[in-house]
Every structure is written in structure tokens, then in C-alpha cells.
């Protein structure tokens, strides 16, 4: 499960919200503005403006932001010879 914290404008927030306001919820949590239940990843936005998303699509989600999957690589771009 992916978890991913942003910080977006407040502009790129209200967007996300509205874009998304049919899956608001709820929330008991006083520091959490807006909690959206949607399909495979759950967001919270924070009063600090920090935005938590969470689950197996949460980089699609996020993606809304900006945000890009880093590829990871070892560092290493030659194979290994272990016959030398």
C-alpha cells in the first residue's frame, strides 16, 4: 500500500476537492479539512495543508499534484563480472 504526503498550493487543493466532492466524508479528526474516500486510495488534507494519500492507487491520485513515481536503480550501469 502506498503512502505519499504533499504539500500543494491551496488552489491545487480546491480543485482535488471539488473535482472529488461526492466521495467527501466525514472525519472525528479536528486537524483532517477533508477526508475523500475514493476507489483504492483514501486522502486526508490536513489544516496544515499537507495532503496524506493512501492505498494501491495513491500515485494516481497524486498525480493530480504533480507528483511522478521516482524509478529506483541500484546506481550501478555495468554488469558484474565475477570471471575476472
Known amino acids: 500500500m ?3 504526503t504533499l504539500t500543494p498550493s ?6 482535488f476537492v471539488q473535482q472529488h466532492e461526492h466521495v ?3 472525519s472525528k479528526n479536528p486537524y483532517i479539512r ?4 475514493l476507489p ?4 486526508s488534507v490536513y489544516t496544515s495543508g499537507k495532503v496524506l494519500l ?3 492507487a495513491a500515485e ?6 504533480g507528483y511522478q513515481v521516482a524509478q529506483v536503480t541500484s546506481g550501478q550501469n555495468f554488469p558484474l563480472d565475477w570471471n575476472r
Not at 491551496?10 to 480543485?15: L, S, W, Y
Not at 477533508?34 to 474516500?37: G, I, N, T, W
Open 2 to 4: 502506498a503512502s505519499i
Open 10 to 15: 491551496e488552489k491545487e487543493i480546491q480543485a
Open 24 to 26: 467527501l466524508t466525514p
Open 34 to 37: 477533508y477526508f475523500l474516500k
Open 40 to 43: 483504492q486510495a483514501s486522502v
Open 54 to 56: 493512501q492505498g494501491e
Open 60 to 65: 494516481n491520485y497524486a498525480s493530480f499534484f
